[in-house]
T-cell receptor, first 112, second 117 residues
């Protein structure tokens, strides 16, 4: 059974600092990995989907890397802003049933 | 990205009544929809998977008679919480994918906060 872990659980940084969010998974036979953002009391917004054949995916200030063999993905957010404050979740689909397994999330606070 | 609309965003109901939550894919046809429940400060817990035109598949421990799911069209799935009780109070989120395959991006609704009094 796939297990997804996100460390740290919470992170507080001053505005302008770069953010590094970690996601690890136990079964490296993944098809892809997806990063989401969740604001308090809201649903999930898809940020990036990185395919298993890719090592990196970029969108604006966001960059996600994937190392399948070591079971890790990292989400980098450059030049953080207070508007980046949210919970960030990573998820991978199962190899047999394609259901998403989620990490518990990293709650980010960017201080102005 | 694609848009998934969930309605209502908040609902308060009395104990013993039923509540229906709608999930619509606005700009794509969703072959598969997923329903999740989220407790405070926890991640999402998958409740069930629904494929258009067929019965939903429920996760272990989820009562199918309590949480009725209907996926009657390629753009609409509904979750009905029947005979709601205070312990059913939670945040419910739906997700939609254009196909069942693993390489299809998942898009989520805005969530529904259900409070049973």
């Amino acid at each position: 059974k796939q297990e997804v872990t996100q460390i740290p659980a919470a992170l507080s940084v001053p505005e302008g600092e770069n953010l590094v969010l970690n996601c690890s998974f136990t079964d490296s036979a993944i098809y892809n990995l997806q990063w989401f953002r969740q604001d308090p009391g809201k649903g999930l917004t898809s940020l990036l989907l990185i395919q298993s054949s890719q090592r990196e995916q970029t969108s604006g200030r966001l960059n996600a890397s994937l190392d399948k063999s070591s079971g890790r993905s990292t989400l980098y957010i450059a030049a953080s802003q207070p508007g980046d404050s949210a919970t960030y979740l990573c998820a991978v689909p199962g190899s047999n049933d394609y259901k998403l397994s989620f990490g518990a999330g990293t709650t980010v606070t960017v201080r102005a | 990205g694609a848009v998934v609309s969930q309605h209502p965003s908040r609902v308060i109901c009395k104990s013993g009544t039923s509540v229906k939550i709608e999930c619509r894919s606005l700009d794509f046809q969703a072959t598969t929809m997923f329903w999740y429940r989220q407790f405070p400060k926890q991640s999402l817990m998958l409740m069930a998977t629904s494929n258009e035109g067929s019965k939903a598949t429920y996760e272990q421990g989820v009562e199918k008679d309590k949480f009725l799911i209907n996926h009657a069209s390629l753009t609409l799935s509904t979750l009905t919480v029947t005979s709601a009780h205070p312990e059913d109070s939670s945040f419910y989120i739906c997700s939609a994918r254009a196909s069942y395959g693993p390489n299809t991006e998942a898009f989520f609704g805005q969530g529904t906060r259900l409070t049973v009094v």
